[in-house]
């Protein structure tokens, strides 16, 4: 029998998601199921595929404000499948929660997308402004080939996404407790510092990039980069990896090479912390070699037309009032808010993502649903 009952109809996509084993950047055929129930919809569908990347671009409607939903249907490895109670790709209910690789990032609310659209189009089938989906299959990979490359397709054919939704999982303990607003920037840098290769009993003969280096690192960790602002905390530099030397004792290393990453606020650029970074390891007199690469400049969505959406069909829905928030890692949602776009990530709880045993409570499932659909009414209605 067909699936008639909005609630079914999401928990049964979802299932039907989890089951496609796609491991970053493997689609699985998850595109092609959304794609199907979509262009059944009315929505027109782009394809855009990009290296080894599946993505797609879906608009319904013909004018006004575009409102677009954004998300990623790969996911990471399950990693240990001996440690899960079930099999990550085959969605089982235990209790009242629905285990699965992708369930809670972000298989569920891709589900509660297409069937708040399906039932709002249905509704309102002339409805105001245009909807949008952005979906790709490089999220929870190197991010090259996915929502970027889109986004420099759409730019060059003049398309502009006024407000965008990101379905990552956003709440923490209660679905609909807190909504992204923003995100931190991110930069990361590769420091090699250089010295002399030497016998550990003649160092007047080397020179121990180790011992130059720690004053350095200390005044990089020690450093005041702001204060942040009423919507960040102040910006942080965290060194992740130290390597240097052969595993011996009597060796000094010739050079020594350090990760670090800094989260960065709206109260500074990527320029002006490279060259205060710079600046600090020139005046301990390092000789050095440094490369920078950038995963997302900060963003924000102040207070406006879509986060009023967002946060009155919470409330309708959920029954809380969320907290808004910048914090957590980065998102797509850094390759869309540079075009113009009001963004906000609203989601399932975080809680299980990545490990395993992943999982949503299955209330939570139609729940989200609604929500996104309260933001179609508020907004296109």
């Not at 709880?349 to 649903?369: M, Y």
Request: charged fraction near 20%; proline fraction near 5%.
């Amino acid at each position: 029998m067909p699936i008639t009952d909005p609630d079914d109809a999401t928990l049964a996509l979802t299932r039907e998601l989890i089951a496609r084993q796609s491991v970053t950047p493997d689609d699985a055929g998850c595109q092609d199921a959304m794609v199907s129930r979509l262009k059944q919809a009315g929505f027109s569908v782009d394809a855009m595929r990009f290296g080894e990347v599946d993505n797609f671009w879906a608009t319904h409607g013909t004018s006004g404000p575009l409102l677009a939903f954004a998300g990623h249907t790969d996911v990471v490895p399950p990693g240990d499948e001996a440690s899960w109670d079930s099999d990550p790709f085959q969605a089982t209910v235990i209790g009242d929660e629905l285990f699965g690789r992708g369930a809670a990032d972000m298989k569920a609310s891709l589900a509660a997308m297409v069937v708040a659209c399906e039932q709002f189009i249905e509704q309102h089938p002339d409805h105001a402004g245009r909807i949008g989906f952005l979906i790709t299959s490089d999220e929870e990979g190197p991010a090259k080939n996915g929502t970027v490359k889109v986004m420099e397709s759409l730019s060059s054919r003049g398309e502009q996404i006024d407000w965008c939704v990101v379905g990552e999982p956003s709440s923490t303990t209660i679905l609909g407790d807190l909504v992204k607003n923003g995100r931190r920037g991110s930069l990361n840098a590769r420091l090699i510092v250089n010295g002399t290769q030497g016998h550990i009993a003649y160092p007047h003969l080397a020179d121990n990039p180790i011992h130059h280096a720690m004053p350095a690192l200390d005044a990089l960790a020690k450093e005041a980069w702001d204060n942040g602002n009423d919507f960040f905390d102040p910006t942080s530099l965290q060194i992740s990896t130290i390597r240097a030397g052969q595993g011996v004792t009597n060796v000094i290393p010739g050079r020594l090479e350090v990760l670090f990453n800094l989260r960065f606020s709206t109260e500074l650029t990527a320029e002006a912390i490279k060259s205060r970074c710079e600046d600090i390891l020139k005046a301990h007199g390092l000789s050095y070699d440094i490369e920078w690469s950038l995963s997302g400049e900060p963003f924000l969505t102040e207070p406006g037309a879509l986060l009023d959406a967002v946060m009155q069909s919470i409330e309708a829905v959920a029954g809380c009032r969320p907290e808004v928030s910048t914090g957590g890692g980065t998102s797509d949602g850094r390759f869309i808010a540079p075009s113009g776009a009001q963004v906000v990530e609203v989601g399932h709880v975080n809680a299980t993502i990545h490990q395993c045993n992943e999982r949503v409570k299955l209330a939570d499932i139609p729940k989200l649903t609604e929500i996104y659909k309260g933001i179609l009414e508020r907004l296109l209605a």
